[in-house]
T-cell receptor, first 118, second 114 residues
Framework: AQKITQTQPGMFVQEKEAVTLDCTYD???????LFWYKQPSSGEMIFLIY??????QNATEGRYSLNFQKARKSANLVISASQLGDSAMYFC???????????????FGTGTQLKVEL | DVKVTQSSRYLVKRTGEKVFLECVQD?????MFWYRQDPGLGLRLIYF???????EKGDIPEGYSVSREKKERFSLILESASTNQTSMYLC?????????????FGQGTRLTVV
């Protein structure tokens, strides 16, 4: 079974609009972390935002926020006021066993290609 | 500036060759990972290592092996390269435990097997 599911292969958004990229996850571990990464056409992986399973509040980093719904096992990324430079591939990822130490597998979804239009 | 460095950006190898992809990090991270990235499939974990000489299989280990003799270096080995191993390979590292600490990635190696 997929651990991380991103159901939107591609999305379009108008410049200055907000956009939500979906991510659902599957784990039985009570301690886990969720990450979003951005990969522009240059290929580098850029960390955007993190949400821990025990965090009480939804994470925010500048124009990025994470809509974390634990009961639904979803961790959607919201980008406010989209810019042309936001056009990229976006990956959701999960790290399990974050409170138990040891090796921590980091699993990625299939990604969402976002295109910001004028 | 933190760095994960992969030895080659582009590589072309012949079917049946033994291929080594090298990754070095300078952040003293315990965890290191090898992924392959293919269109529509995202990043799939091949192997990861949480300590010197320790390794664990990821989701697609078949046809690959790894070596971690030193903390800073994690090598991916294709014992006998095949055309279906043509892909982008990404190395990453992060610290052990520490839930919120992100993984840092190398620039990727685009491997073509002909």
């Amino acid at each position: 079974a997929q651990k991380i599911t991103q159901t939107q292969p591609g999305m379009f958004v108008q410049e200055k609009e907000a956009v939500t990229l979906d991510c659902t996850y599957d784990t039985s571990d009570p301690s886990y972390g969720l990450f979003w990464y951005k990969q522009p056409s240059s290929g580098e992986m850029i960390f955007l935002i993190y949400q821990g399973s025990y965090d009480q509040q939804n994470a925010t980093e500048g124009r990025y926020s994470l809509n974390f719904q634990k009961a639904r096992k979803s961790a959607n990324l919201v980008i406010s006021a989209s810019q042309l430079g936001d056009s990229a591939m976006y990956f959701c990822a999960m790290r399990e066993g974050i409170l138990t130490g040891g090796g921590n597998k980091l699993t990625f979804g299939t990604g969402t290609q976002l295109k910001v239009e004028l | 500036d933190v760095k994960v460095t992969q030895s080659s950006r582009y590589l072309v190898k012949r079917t049946g060759e033994k291929v080594f992809l090298e990754c070095v990090q300078d952040m003293d991270h315990e965890n290191m990972f090898w992924y392959r990235q293919d269109p529509g499939l995202g990043l799939r974990l091949i192997y990861f290592s949480y300590d010197v000489k320790m390794k664990e299989k990821g989701d697609i280990p078949e046809g690959y092996s790894v070596s971690r003799e030193k903390k800073e270096r994690f090598s991916l080995i294709l014992e006998s390269a095949s055309t279906n191993q043509t892909s982008m390979y990404l190395c990453a590292s992060n610290i052990i435990g520490g839930g919120g600490t992100e993984a840092f990635f190398g620039q990727g190696t685009r491997l073509t097997v002909v």
